[in-house]
């Protein structure tokens, strides 16, 4: 055996910086659910005893809470006065709720990973699935409040004005399917923007359809949006003007039958917008820092949710164009293309 110890050495480099983010990551979990960056981001600089006092935690702890985020570029050090602080980019990613660059949503999804790990190692055995229900709810959380912000910057400015003639029906006045629609973000965008149009989300996971509900009340949009129980395969209604699917087309059993349902449920000169995870049609297209966050996701959540559903196709986060043009024609759609991209989205618009 020859180790190439200068190989061996740059493979070393990256555990460090990769085990230093995974523990890192609990200190963000933990600062998020306290509010300590939303404290230090309104307070400015300040010293660890001052943001214990103002977040009614241990000034020892926070010392150490503060030390963890410096080492980790998410706070401002300065040694002169011994004060921590948030720069402007730093409180816009980790404080300001709703920012297009909120990242602590991403984190609890990560926390949801590590519950699941007796789950997922079993599974990994049995080949059995494990549905997107039998995670820790700090999924449905972490997941809404990550999705949330790109929905919010791009939905509504990028996507929709993308896909043919939808934005003139929005306006004009449509009826709206977001399926798979979790805790409701996207339907609920929609809805903010397009007041004549109405908006029905689907989701096969109860709770999240509850606190769907309860968020639209929250809104003042429970005139216009309802949220149901439902799957992809046989959720309700006919004539939709627009049927969304966002980050779930993946994580179905059986997608063809969900886009032979989505067909079947469209009016005449209706389309169907599908986002998913922005990948490359072969692997090592997505061997990059965006496709080791997917295929992660996708080994713990979306692969494990499809196989627990009837068919268990498996796209996998990392689908690609080519395998869901695959789906969508095999659904009945003549046609698909796709409409935008982002750094972490794809989108495609299907018409009969
Ligand atoms: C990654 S989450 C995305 C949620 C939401 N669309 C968003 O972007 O925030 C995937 C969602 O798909 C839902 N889902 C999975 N399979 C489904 C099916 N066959 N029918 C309806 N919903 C399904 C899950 O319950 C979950 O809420």
């Given at each position: 055996?020859?180790?190439?110890?200068?190989?061996?050495?740059?493979?070393?480099?990256?555990?460090?910086?990769?085990?230093?983010?995974?523990?890192?990551?609990?200190?963000?979990?933990?600062?998020?659910?306290?509010?300590?960056?939303?404290?230090?981001?309104?307070?400015?600089?300040?010293?660890?005893?001052?943001?214990?006092?103002?977040?009614?935690?241990?000034?020892?702890?926070?010392?150490?809470?503060?030390?963890?985020?410096?080492?980790?570029?998410?706070?401002?050090?300065?040694?002169?006065?011994?004060?921590?602080?948030?720069?402007?980019?730093?409180?816009?990613?980790?404080?300001?709720?709703?920012?297009p660059?909120?990242?602590?949503?991403?984190?609890?999804?990560?926390?949801?990973?590590?519950?699941?790990?007796?789950k997922?190692?079993?599974?990994?055995?049995?080949?059995?699935?494990?549905?997107?229900?039998?995670?820790?709810?700090?999924?449905?959380?972490g997941?809404?409040?990550?999705?949330?912000?790109?929905?919010?910057?791009?939905?509504?400015?990028?996507?929709?004005p993308?896909?043919?003639?939808?934005?003139?029906?929005?306006?004009?006045?449509?009826r709206?399917?977001?399926?798979?629609?979790?805790?409701?973000?996207?339907?609920?965008?929609?809805?903010?923007?397009?007041?004549?149009?109405?908006?029905?989300?689907?989701?096969?996971?109860?709770?999240?359809?509850?606190?769907?509900?309860?968020?639209a009340?929250k809104?003042?949009?429970?005139?216009?949006?309802?949220?149901?129980?439902?799957?992809?395969?046989?959720?309700?209604?006919?004539?939709?003007?627009?049927?969304?699917?966002?980050?779930?087309?993946?994580?179905?059993?059986?997608?063809?039958?969900?886009?032979?349902?989505?067909?079947?449920?469209?009016?005449?000169?209706?389309?169907?917008?599908?986002?998913?995870?922005?990948?490359?049609?072969?692997?090592?297209?997505?061997?990059?820092?965006?496709?080791?966050?997917?295929?992660?996701?996708?080994?713990?959540?979306?692969?494990?949710?499809?196989?627990?559903?009837?068919?268990?196709?498996?796209?996998?986060?990392?689908?690609?164009?080519?395998?869901?043009?695959?789906?969508?024609?095999?659904?009945?759609?003549?046609?698909?293309?796709?409409?935008?991209?982002?750094?972490?989205?794809?989108i495609?618009?299907?018409?009969?």
């Amino acid at each position: 055996m020859t180790i190439d110890t200068a190989r061996l050495d740059a493979f070393m480099g990256n555990f460090v910086r990769d085990i230093g983010a995974v523990m890192h990551a609990a200190t963000v979990v933990v600062g998020d659910q306290l509010g300590l960056y939303k404290a230090l981001a309104a307070g400015g600089p300040m010293s660890a005893d001052e943001l214990a006092r103002r977040t009614e935690t241990d000034p020892r702890y926070l010392l150490e809470w503060l030390s963890s985020q410096a080492a980790s570029g998410y706070v401002e050090y300065d040694p002169a006065t011994q004060r921590f602080s948030l720069s402007e980019e730093q409180a816009f990613a980790l404080a300001e709720e709703g920012s297009p660059a909120f990242i602590p949503g991403a984190f609890q999804i990560g926390m949801a990973q590590f519950k699941a790990v007796p789950k997922i190692a079993a599974a990994l055995r049995t080949g059995l699935g494990v549905g997107w229900h039998e995670h820790d709810a700090a999924l449905f959380h972490g997941t809404e409040r990550f999705f949330r912000p790109g929905y919010a910057a791009n939905l509504v400015a990028q996507w929709l004005p993308a896909l043919d003639g939808a934005e003139d029906r929005l306006r004009a006045g449509a009826r709206v399917a977001d399926v798979g629609c979790g805790h409701g973000a996207s339907t609920l965008i929609m809805a903010e923007a397009y007041p004549t149009s109405t908006f029905v989300g689907y989701d096969y996971h109860e709770p999240s359809i509850a606190y769907a509900r309860g968020a639209a009340e929250k809104a003042g949009l429970a005139d216009r949006v309802r949220f149901e129980v439902a799957t992809a395969q046989d959720y309700p209604g006919r004539d939709y003007d627009l049927v969304t699917v966002f980050d779930c087309l993946h994580d179905m059993g059986d997608p063809v039958g969900a886009a032979a349902h989505v067909r079947h449920s469209l009016a005449d000169g209706g389309s169907w917008m599908i986002v998913e995870p922005l990948a490359g049609d072969r692997l090592e297209d997505n061997l990059n820092p965006v496709g080791r966050i997917f295929y992660s996701a996708s080994t713990f959540i979306c692969t494990p949710a499809s196989r627990s559903q009837a068919v268990g196709r498996c796209l996998g986060a990392q689908a690609g164009e080519a395998r869901l043009r695959e789906v969508v024609t095999a659904g009945g759609f003549g046609h698909f293309r796709r409409a935008a991209e982002t750094p972490f989205n794809l989108i495609f618009e299907a018409r009969a």
